[in-house]
């Protein structure tokens, strides 16, 4: 399988975020981290409306490792049910392709 995902997730903290996303990519899980923020998240849970300050992180990885880098970021994760958003990208430059594939062993 070729081409690369963007995998989207809030996290609670900063902290947080770069510890997770940094044993992401030392278990070449993911090829990069970028932290966004901080933001504003404004959500239904439970059935009440919430808001909270939360860091976005968008990872980069190969499609290959979708179900590994899903699991081991839901296990990370410090919330019950954390918003985990994949979306799949099939345009991007030769050595993009090139560092995910890599990444992916292919």
Known sequence: MSGGLLVWCPFPAE???RRVA???LDEELVACANLIGPM???FRWEGERQESAEIGVL???HPCLRADMT???AQLHSYTSPA???WEA???PPATASWLAD???S
């Open 103 to 105: 990444l992916g062993g």
């Open 90 to 92: 099939e345009a991007f």
């Open 40 to 42: 504003t998240s404004l």
């Open 71 to 73: 699991a081991r970021l």
């Open 22 to 24: 940094g044993t992401l």
């Open 15 to 17: 902290e947080e975020a």
């Open 59 to 61: 990872f980069k990885t």
């Open 84 to 86: 985990i958003m994949i």
